[in-house]
């Protein structure tokens, strides 16, 4: 029989917004549960670097008081949540002895709209370095760890945020995605992840790894919750020149809609020779879940995975070679050697090389545009491979070029469309499985509909690590 605590830890986001609402929790009792499930836990997990407890007892007093008098913002009024430490917010380090002293002057912008709408920021969360370079045991700061099973490897960049909302140390996350990173460790982790719209989130403040392809968003663990999270730190920013001047809809608004008649398109070439048959059942047991929901599947066509990690890899590597290349140049001892190596690879590609990758992931966005006009998702695995066990030291070259590394998620980076990934089950050796869908540019409404009628139908978001 779970504890009270445990009980509390995994109630959802929206729950816990309803009960603090009608006066039935206290900002102040779920903070404070919050901070005691951190104490205890934390120190196996390794998924905060920095925890707020002073800062995040006043606010959870000052959201008490504001909601006892009936100021109550709305479903984030009040709620413990944490953010990725390349999002500028107190002590802010990447995850890099670069970076290890650096304090913010002020927050990011998306951590504001967070705080704007009642949220108790709880701490700052582990991250791949600089969201890029592969951490081990010999990483500056420790790895996190997966709360399925320590040894193993949480996804990552954002690996922090996927570890402590799987294990219950927030009720939701801030994390980054330039190929993947919000979306790989929701599938290692067991959780939702959703990667909106390019420019939908402000990036105004977050360390950049790639400014063509760098996304921000929540990672909860169910999806009204994301769609909740998403509400609160959506919306344009002159701060950030590729923030998009679009109104921000009702994120929630299709919630429990049926989707029967909606066509949902799965590009096989890309994952058809490289994905695990653990992975590849679970995900067409999910397709055919979709299916008895009522909606139609088909296949279409698309770029293979070679050919869309040839036109990604230039781009991330170029331009995070471009924003580190003076720290390069004057410190390269302190970064690890696997960030090292991918940032030496980025200052190798020529400016025609680039050039061609950009007009390539303008043909597959152009493409994939067309084939939504037929279909109103797409339906795709995560990854193609099940993560293995932390490294005690870095491997030969970078995880960027490794062939092993199959991942299926920058193929929505390249187009830049709202993308969810979302559990569909679980390994023989008890880790999750994930899948994903995406959909319209700023169309995140309908793809939270098809995720929400799936994870209602099935038991995958009701299982916990047992911590």
């Not at 063509?212 to 990672?219: A, I, R, S, Y």
């Not at 067409?284 to 293979?304: I, K, M, Y």
């Amino acid at each position: 029989m779970p504890s009270k605590n445990e009980q509390l830890a995994y109630l959802s986001l929206a729950d816990v917004a309803t009960a603090l609402a009608k006066k039935e929790l206290s900002p102040v009792e779920v903070t404070q549960a919050s901070l005691d499930r951190i104490s205890a836990l934390d120190g196996k997990l390794h998924a905060y670097y920095t925890v707020f407890s002073e800062q995040a007892l006043a606010a959870a007093k000052a959201a008490e008081a504001e909601i006892r008098s009936g100021s109550y913002r709305g479903p984030m009024h009040g709620v413990p949540i944490a953010i990725k430490d390349i999002y500028e917010c107190g002590p802010t380090t990447g995850g890099s002895k670069v970076r290890k002293d650096y304090v913010a002057k002020q927050d990011c912008t998306s951590v504001k709209k967070l705080k704007q709408a009642g949220g108790i920021v709880l701490g700052k969360l582990a991250t791949y370095e600089f969201a890029l370079g592969l951490p081990t045991l010999a990483s500056h700061f420790p790895p996190a760890r997966n709360p399925w099973d320590t040894d193993i490897d949480p996804g990552g960049s954002s690996s922090g945020s996927g570890a402590a909302v799987a294990a219950g140390l927030c009720y939701g996350a801030m994390g980054s995605d330039t190929g993947g990173s919000i979306r790989w460790p929701a599938f290692c982790c067991g959780i939702v992840g959703m990667k909106a719209t390019y420019g939908r989130v402000s990036r105004a403040g977050v360390f950049p790894l790639s400014w063509n392809l760098d996304h921000t968003g929540p990672m909860t663990r169910t999806v009204k919750d994301c769609a909740l999270m998403l509400q609160a730190c959506a919306g344009h920013d002159p701060l950030d020149p590729a923030s998009a001047k679009e109104p921000v809809p009702d994120f929630g608004a299709k919630l429990g809609r049926d989707i029967k008649g909606m066509r949902l398109g799965i590009p096989r070439k890309l994952f058809v020779e490289n994905c695990g048959k653990e992975i590849l059942d679970s995900f067409q047991a999910a397709a055919a879940q979709l299916t008895e929901l009522g909606a139609e599947v088909v296949d279409v066509d698309s770029v293979s995975f070679e050919e869309m990690w040839a036109v990604i890899w230039p781009i991330i590597c170029s331009d995070a070679a471009a924003y580190h290349l003076e720290d390069m140049k004057k410190r390269p001892g302190d970064y690890h050697p696997d960030m090292r190596f991918s940032l030496a690879a980025g200052t190798l590609v020529s400016a025609t090389g680039y050039l061609q990758a950009q007009r390539a992931r303008d043909a597959i966005r152009r493409r994939m545009l067309k084939q939504l006009e037929d279909v109103d998702l797409f339906l795709m695995p995560t990854t193609g491979f099940m993560p293995g066990k932390i490294r005690a030291e870095t491997p030969k070259g970078s995880f960027l070029t490794s062939s092993e590394f199959t991942i299926y998620t920058p193929l929505c980076n390249l187009t830049g469309f709202p993308t969810l990934a979302l559990p569909c089950g679980f390994s023989a050796a008890g880790l999750p499985i994930g899948f994903q869908l995406a959909g319209k540019p700023f169309d995140e409404a309908t793809v939270f509909q098809a995720g929400y009628a799936y994870e209602q139908s099935m038991p995958w978001h009701q299982r916990h690590p047992a911590m």
